[in-house]
């Protein structure tokens, strides 16, 4: 009996000290700890929509601005997900009588980013928005809102400063759909971990 227990433990010590080895040559990747950011974004808006003016004497400025902020969590890997809450102006149109409309949203989206590479982020939001038109003239103000649906698509860069904060900037195309708004953005973009777990 001691002898086939002998027999058994010399064959199997190679198996044993093979499986040290191959234990030793494993390195453990730590795991990537959970974080939650917060980025506030703003920058220059051109309106695409199509439409054509019907008055010879109406101007029509396309170029206006939009302000952000967002929170977004991101689990360890490259998707992140989170909301973001704005304020945009699409246009203005005026006419030589001093009278002036301005349309603007106030808009809520669920995001969702994905770091594609070092760097560049890829984004999707959906969600909805309070579309408000403004007009102004004779003493007078009129302002009519309707909600609406809306999505966009970015691309963006950012640059880290520090651990926790990091600056850069993203390109856009929002869409909305209830009055057919389009735009297309070019925004700053400052990023800041708020923490992580």
Same mark, same amino acid.
């Given at each position: ?54 008055? @010879?004497?109406?101007?029509? @400025? ?28 699409? #246009?203005?149109?005026?006419?030589? @009588? ?10 809520? #989206? ?62 856009? #195309? ?24």
């Amino acid at each position: 009996m001691k002898q086939t227990l002998l027999v058994i433990a010399v064959l199997c010590a190679p198996l044993v000290m093979q499986a040290q080895d191959a234990e030793a040559d494993v390195q453990v990747i730590p795991a990537q700890p959970y974080a939650v950011s917060g980025q506030l974004i703003g920058g220059y808006v051109r309106d695409v929509s199509a439409f054509e003016d019907t008055q @010879n004497d109406l101007s029509v @400025n396309r170029d206006q601005f939009s302000i952000a902020a967002r929170a977004l969590w991101r689990p360890g890997h490259l998707l992140a997900g989170g909301l973001e809450f704005g304020y945009m102006n699409f #246009y203005s149109v005026s006419n030589n @009588n001093g009278g002036k409309a301005v349309r603007s949203a106030i808009p809520l #989206y669920l995001v969702f980013s994905m770091t594609a590479w070092d760097r560049v982020d890829f984004g999707l939001g959906y969600g909805v928005g309070l579309l408000s038109s403004t007009i102004t003239g004779a003493n007078e103000t009129i302002t009519s809102s309707t909600v609406s649906t809306s999505f966009f698509f970015s691309a963006g860069y950012h640059h880290p400063i520090t651990d926790e904060l990091s600056i850069g900037g993203e390109a856009r #195309y929002t869409s909305f759909d209830k009055l057919d708004d389009r735009t297309m953005a070019i925004s700053a973009v400052i990023a800041y971990r708020l923490f992580e777990y």
